[in-house]
Nanobody
Framework: QVQLVESGGGLVQAGASLRLSCASSGRAFSSAAMGWFRQAPGKEREFVAAINWSGTSTDYADCAKGRFTISRDNAKNMGFLQMNSLKAEDTAVYYC?????????????????WGQGTQVTVSS
């Protein structure tokens, strides 16, 4: 089992940075693929970034390339999403997700475990 808890969201101005964290209570996290997704009001959930179990491979949505960085610390069972140069359109609830397998996954249905989400609001 993998339980995920996100933190680090908040209200920031455009151009600011935030670092989201995803804490897992299970040791299985260290062998799990991880992803970040977001959902804005009235919109469908969308992929943001993914990282493989070892942290050696990453994938980003176009909206995240060049501004966001996904990383993980398996020793601490933690995942992170560093978000720089935030824009108003980045406003959403951000979710981390995990799948107990190797590889990179960009589709929500491919993940087995989800956190409760953390709100990110960027004012323009």
């Amino acid at each position: 089992q993998v339980q995920l808890v996100e933190s680090g969201g908040g209200l920031v101005q455009a151009g600011a940075s935030l670092r989201l964290s995803c804490a897992s209570s299970g040791r299985a996290f260290s062998s799990a693929a991880m992803g970040w997704f977001r959902q804005a009001p009235g919109k469908e959930r969308e992929f943001v970034a993914a990282i493989n179990w070892s942290g050696t491979s990453t994938d980003y949505a176009d909206c995240a390339k060049g501004r966001f960085t996904i990383s993980r610390d398996n020793a601490k069972n933690m995942g992170f999403l560093q978000m720089n140069s935030l824009k108003a359109e980045d406003t959403a609830v951000y979710y981390c997700a995990a799948r107990l397998s190797s590889g990179l996954y960009a589709a929500g249905y491919q993940y087995h475990y989800w956190g409760q989400g953390t709100q990110v609001t960027v004012s323009s």
